[in-house]
T-cell receptor, first 114, second 114 residues
């Protein structure tokens, strides 16, 4: 069975600082990994995903994530935070060969201080 | 093009009443998912439809929950005899149905059971 752990339910950074949101997964089969963002009172929007190939994945809004199999991690980073990045971020996994439903982490709420 | 739409956006009901939540997926998407987002449980998978196949109901929390998808398009999630613990945001997503395809989420229906 797949599972996802996001370390830190709340992360606060200053505008212009590095953003690092942590995600570790558990999967008995090679995983597909996703990061979604949810702005207040809105649905989820895909930031980026890893399926196969290059382990460093670039997404929208300057975010990127690196799949590290040895560490079972898929941390999300952005070099310089912007006020508009304040939102909740969810890491999710699908096991290859599964029905395709996403297994989500608990989410990390990112605050950006001016 | 149009995204996933859900109605109503908000629903307030009394304990014991039945409710119906509607999802209109992106045209041409064969896969449709329902998820529930609540403070205590995070984002949980409920049910999955793929084309004309039997739905995967493995995430439904009780037999009070049911869903159907008519004509391979619109889906309705029905909750019978609502309980206060059913209060949550119900999210619908659709995808092309291929392995690890991006799931596009609707804005959700916020259900409050008094």
């Amino acid at each position: 069975a797949q599972s996802v752990t996001q370390l830190g339910s709340h992360v606060s950074v200053s505008e212009g600082a590095l953003v690092l949101l942590r995600c570790n997964y558990s999967s008995s089969v090679p995983p597909y990994l996703f990061w979604y963002v949810q702005y207040p009172n809105q649905g989820l929007q895909l930031l980026l995903k890893y399926t196969t190939g290059a382990t460093l994945v670039k997404g929208i809004n300057g975010f990127e994530a690196e799949f590290k199999k040895s560490e079972t991690s898929f941390h999300l980073t952005k070099p310089s935070a912007h006020m508009s990045d304040a939102a909740e971020y969810f890491c999710a996994v699908i096991g290859q060969g599964s029905q395709g439903n996403l297994i989500f982490g608990k989410g990390t709420k990112l605050s950006v201080k001016p | 093009g149009a995204g996933v739409s859900q109605s109503p956006s908000n629903k307030v009901t009394e304990k014991g009443k039945d409710v119906e939540l509607r999802c209109d997926p992106i045209s041409g998407h064969t896969a449709l998912y329902w998820y529930r987002q609540s403070l205590g449980q995070g984002l949980e998978f409920l049910i999955y439809f793929q084309g004309n196949s039997a739905p995967d109901k493995s995430g439904l929390p009780s037999d009070r929950f049911s869903a159907e998808r008519t004509g391979g398009s619109v889906s309705t999630l029905t909750i019978q005899r609502t309980q206060q613990e059913d209060s949550a945001v119900y999210l619908c997503a659709s995808s092309r149905g291929l392995d690890a395809d991006t799931q596009y989420f609707g804005p959700g229906t916020r259900l409050t059971v008094l």
